[in-house]
């Protein structure tokens, strides 16, 4: 087994996006707890050469009052979201590109117990020119039409 004293100051590994305004893919969701609510958090990579790779996460309530988020990120993957109850499965959106802007927001304390900037996605934008997709819909509760986003299980989550 190879062993090595390695010097890593000033190296990076992939890592988070820091302030900016990036292209970007949603590369997973996942559902987490809220305190009333489930949430989403959506993790965005970066495709900008400088920062390819490095990822941001922005995160939506499942909250009837907070739906205008998932709305939001989901016109800007190139959906069209139905003015009314539809079935979102958000596995039909991983690899969609768009526009992400993060800042920073606070600070954490390192296991060194320094402290260190945190970043997360702030807004979710769609892609303007010719990398913007073609739309796509999303349909209704129960309506299924060829070509758009199709009901995989019960255990969709609505909102």
Not at 31 to 51: H, Y
Not at 82 to 90: F, G, Y
Not at 115 to 137: D, H, I, R, T, W
């Amino acid at each position: 087994m190879p062993v090595a004293d390695i010097d890593f100051t000033g190296t990076d590994g992939v890592g988070r996006l820091s302030d900016g305004h990036y292209h970007a893919r949603l590369e997973k969701v996942e559902a987490k707890d809220g305190r009333e609510w489930p949430l989403w958090v959506w993790t965005f990579a970066s495709m900008e050469p400088e920062t390819a790779g490095r990822q941001g996460q922005y995160t939506t309530s499942l909250s009837p009052k907070a739906a205008v988020f998932v709305r939001r990120v989901i016109e800007a993957l190139g959906a069209e979201v139905p003015a009314s109850m539809a079935r979102i499965n958000t596995d039909h959106y991983l690899g969609r590109e768009c526009t992400i802007l993060v800042a920073q927001d606070g600070t954490y304390e390192g296991k060194d117990g320094n402290q260190y900037p945190n970043y997360k996605v702030q807004s979710v934008f769609p892609l303007v020119g010719e990398q913007a997709p073609a739309p796509m819909s999303v349909p209704a509760a129960g309506v299924s039409d060829r070509g758009a986003v199709q009901f995989t299980s019960d255990s969709d989550i609505p909102f």
